[in-house]
């Protein structure tokens, strides 16, 4: 047995165990997210249901553009979705900065 012969497949055998680390820690991460995404999903629907239970199907803020016509109705929620769009983008970056 030559030493020669050893080492290169010694240096193919951890090239491939880095990269299947490499990617399990890839999978591992996504997973994560996916988890993260389902809860959210979860919890979404949870809020939404007790809301309609309670009653509140809607909230209309001053701004949202309302139009109602004989056969026609318009309504452009652009307020309510500024104001969701900054909580999100609050809540987004205080979770970012851990």
């Not at 995404?37 to 949202?64: H, N, Q, S, T």
């Not at 016509?69 to 104001?83: K, T």
Request: charged share 20%; glycine share 10%.
């Amino acid at each position: 047995m030559d030493i020669g012969d050893q080492a290169p497949r010694f240096r193919v055998e951890i090239k491939r165990n880095a990269e299947k680390q490499e990617f399990g820690m890839n999978m591992e991460a996504m997973a994560k997210i996916l988890i993260g995404i389902g809860l959210f999903i979860i919890l979404a629907g949870i809020m939404l249901y007790a809301l309609a239970r309670l009653g509140v199907y809607g909230v209309k803020i001053p701004g949202d553009i309302y139009i109602k016509r004989e056969n026609f109705s318009f309504y452009f929620p652009i307020v309510s979705c500024l104001v969701i769009s900054l909580l999100l983008t609050l809540i987004i970056n205080l979770i970012g900065r851990r």
